[in-house]
């Protein structure tokens, strides 16, 4: 099982179910490896494997809370919306989850007409996943709410005041003023059950702070256009990091084919990468962002922005800046398949891996990409 966690860890999904199947011929019935088996058809791209794994344990065990989270996560993979979001609340029945989920004595709100109720609806995750469900608070409002309150962490507060239909902002672990009902961020597709065809996508809902816009073009007036934003590295702690995110140095073939200013707009763990990448003669690093307010700022004097899976992915996407965003052979659920735009953000571009670990072809169709793009 060690070796099968390994081998997927380093985006060798193949080998990684060749020793789960070892330890399944041992014990057949050992969950701990059909949960990975499962896992792994999925890391593997084997989907409707994947989904029959998941279901088989389910009906070993209908509160198998890990098996309903795989499942929830190949169904939304796929496309499968309606069943995928309710499969998609199981989340909270796992540990980490299950401890950190905040307990109201107010009800869970469904969806139904809020007729002047106050509402708070609070951030679970990363900042990536509340930039692309925060797009749900007009809908939330437009159902009659009379004031939604929004908690989240307070270094995100500069930049979600742009949000339509937010009354308050509120720190993640700070007093909550009076409401009635509450909800997840990502609980609302479920409310509004969404679908394909139903996903709220606005060109742009974020909106940059115009002061901070002008700051940063005073800054960035000597760079030559087009600009390209870059960042190559998600937050290591998050377990599929190695997989989405590519070493910087293979970006070099892309940096040095284009014919553009390369910015950095990338912030944290993987900077240290700059040095032995390739490309530090060709990237600016700017100085003095202070949080994703300013990193907004800055796309808006971008012509493009060019990423992995990461936060500034869905910041560029919910502000309808120009994006390319690269994907691991096996993405995340909400970046479906087989498919180079998203329902999710209109101005999004995704490059797909061919294969687990083909950054190289990723890289190489940027490059043709963007060499036959018109910049003005």
């Known amino acids: 099982i060690n070796l099968a966690f390994l081998a997927w860890s380093a985006g060798r999904a193949a080998d990684g179910l060749a020793a789960v199947d070892r330890l399944l011929a041992i014990d057949p019935a050992s969950k701990d490896g059909r949960l990975l088996r499962a896992s792994l058809l999925e890391a593997a791209g084997r989907l409707d494997e994947s989904i029959a794994a998941y279901r088989a344990m389910i009906a070993v065990d209908a509160r198998d809370a890990e098996a309903h989270w795989g499942l929830s996560r190949a169904l939304l993979l796929t496309g499968v919306f309606t069943e995928g979001w309710r499969e998609y609340e199981w989340r909270w029945r796992r540990g980490e989850m299950k401890e950190a989920r905040p307990r109201f004595d107010a009800p869970i709100w469904d969806g139904a007409p809020l007729d002047g109720k106050a509402i708070l609806l609070y951030a679970e995750q990363g900042a990536g996943d509340t930039f692309q469900f925060i797009r749900y608070v007009p809908l939330v409002k437009a159902l009659g709410a009379g004031r939604v309150i929004v908690a989240c962490n307070r270094a995100w507060h500069a930049l979600l005041r742009s949000v339509a239909g937010i009354d308050d902002l509120v720190a993640t672990g700070d ?20 679908t394909l065809d139903t996903i709220p996508a606005p060109t742009c809902y974020l909106a940059a702070d115009p002061a901070r816009v002008a700051a940063w073009r005073a800054r960035m007036a000597h760079l030559p256009r087009p600009r390209v934003g870059l960042c190559w590295q998600g937050n290591p702690d998050f377990k599929a990091d190695q997989r989405r995110s590519p070493p910087l140095a293979t970006l070099a073939p892309f940096v040095h084919g284009a014919r553009a200013a390369f910015v950095s707009v990338h912030k944290g763990a993987g900077e240290s990468q700059l040095a032995t990448s390739g490309i530090a003669d060709r990237m600016t690093v700017l100085e003095g962002i202070d949080d994703f307010a300013d990193t907004a700022a800055i796309m808006e004097n971008l012509d ?20 390319w965003t690269m994907l691991a052979f096996a993405p995340d659920w909400r ?28 890289v190489r169709r940027l490059r043709e990409t963007f060499s036959a793009t018109a910049w003005t």
Not at 304 to 323: E, F, Y
């Open 175 to 194: 007093a909550l003023p009076a409401f009635d009902c509450h909800a997840a961020l990502l609980s609302l597709p479920l409310a509004f059950g969404t």
């Open 335 to 362: 970046w479906l398949l087989d498919r180079a735009d998203t329902p999710w953000y209109p101005t999004m571009r995704l490059f797909r891996q061919d294969a687990p670990g083909d950054w190289a072809g990723v």
């Open 304 to 323: 493009l922005v060019v990423t992995s899976d990461t936060a500034v992915a869905h910041l560029a996407g919910a502000l309808g800046r120009p994006t």
